[in-house]
């Protein structure tokens, strides 16, 4: 079992740029989560979908981030212009719906924004 | 609305010491909580979990009790070691939701 796979780990990127962040979740997972980590303000649950289709993205910041997942096995999260605020961590979990609340989370993306 | 919150860390202990982290929550109806460790370096794992009033949730030395009339959720170990220090987050899903809701983390710091 390969477990969440998320690329890149690491992604520098100047201002104004756009970024797009992958996410391969466990093969039979119906859930998958997008969080993003600061020290400021900790993990903060953006979106997250059922199915392929998003449920709550009530913690998506602004328009310029969006996420989709167009099939079961990737899903992605744009931001789109960059901001030197978006420095974070950004993680992707999925889980099984038969198990809620066991959460199965990437090694995550170290996102700077200069 | 639901929220989870911890005490501040970080927490510095000596080996083998006894670990306590209090964890306190607010939600409508019948929450799941769960305890979830995260190594430097790495995503977050799920450590114990609890799905009704005064379950208990036990893992690798750790234990938490779901205590509905104090609405608390506090992580315990009896005997800490090195290898445990990492940050500890204290987390709900509500009632029928799939989303989980963390708390703010508690760094632990082991010293030999």
């Known amino acids: 079992d390969a477990g969440v796979i998320q690329s890149p780990r690491h992604e520098v990127t100047e201002m104004g740029q756009e970024v797009t962040l992958r996410c391969k979740p466990i093969?039979?997972?119906?859930?998958l989560f997008w969080y993003r980590q600061t020290m400021m303000r900790g993990l903060e649950l953006l979106i997250y979908f059922n199915n392929n289709v998003p449920i709550d993205d009530s913690g998506m910041p602004e328009d310029r981030f969006s996420a989709k997942m167009p099939n079961a096995s990737f899903s992605t999260l744009k931001i789109q212009p960059s901001e030197p605020r978006d420095s974070a961590v950004y993680f992707c979990?999925?889980?099984?719906?038969?198990?809620?609340?066991?959460?199965?989370f990437g090694s995550g993306t170290q996102l700077s924004v200069l | 609305g639901n929220s989870v919150t911890q005490m501040e860390g970080p927490v510095t202990l000596s080996e083998e010491a006894f670990l306590t982290i209090n964890c306190t929550y607010t939600?409508?109806?019948?929450?799941?909580l769960f305890w979830y460790v995260q190594y430097p370096g790495e995503g977050l794992q799920l450590l114990l979990k609890a799905t009704k009033a005064d379950d208990k949730g036990s893992n690798k030395g750790f234990e938490a009790t779901y205590r509905k009339e104090t609405t608390s959720f506090h992580l315990e170990k009896g005997s800490v070691q090195v290898s445990d220090s990492a940050v500890y987050f204290c987390a709900l899903t509500p009632d029928s939701s799939y989303k989980l809701i963390f708390g703010s983390g508690t760094r632990l710091l082991v010293r030999p």
């Open positions: 939600a409508t109806g019948y929450p799941s």
């Open positions: 093969s039979g997972h119906d859930y």
């Open positions: 979990a999925s889980s099984s719906r038969t198990q809620r609340g066991k959460l199965f």
